[in-house]
């Protein structure tokens, strides 16, 4: 059984920088998508980004392209959202998610992904 625990979210001035993990257990990651959402009180969860857990290519959603990174580590299986330049947009809670690839889907919709950590909260002051 897939298990995800995030950490590191925190209380952060617009600007600064954070890194949340995602630590990931049950199997192996091979031919999986590990993707980060966000969700803040009153809107959607949505994406932020995800990588391709064999080749390690991320790819993020437009709000954090150039600010936030994405990268996993295969020794140890966890998974990292570097974000920086923080902005108070930003405040939300962060989840870990993680989907089969089969060859077909997409990886950035929500609805496509079975697996989940509990979130963790990032809060970003003007």
């Known amino acids: 059984q897939v298990q995800l625990v995030e950490s590191g979210g925190g209380l952060v001035q617009a600007g600064d920088s954070l890194r949340l993990s995602c630590a990931a257990s049950?199997?192996?990651?091979?031919?999986?998508?590990m993707g980060w959402f966000r969700q803040a009180p009153g809107k959607e969860r949505e994406f932020v980004g995800a990588?391709?857990?064999?080749?390690?290519?991320?790819d993020y959603a437009d709000s954090g392209k150039g600010r936030f990174t994405i990268s996993r580590d295969t020794a140890k299986n966890p998974m990292y959202l570097q974000m920086n330049s923080l902005k108070p947009d930003d405040t939300a809670v962060y989840y870990c998610?993680?989907?089969?690839?089969?060859?077909?889907?997409?990886?950035?919709?929500?609805?496509?992904?079975?697996?989940w950590g509990q979130g963790t909260q990032v809060t970003v002051s003007s």
């Open positions: 990588i391709y857990w064999n080749t390690a290519n991320p």
């Open positions: 049950g199997r192996t990651f091979s031919n999986y998508f």
């Open positions: 998610a993680a989907r089969r690839w089969y060859g077909s889907g997409s990886y950035n919709s929500r609805n496509e992904y079975n697996n």
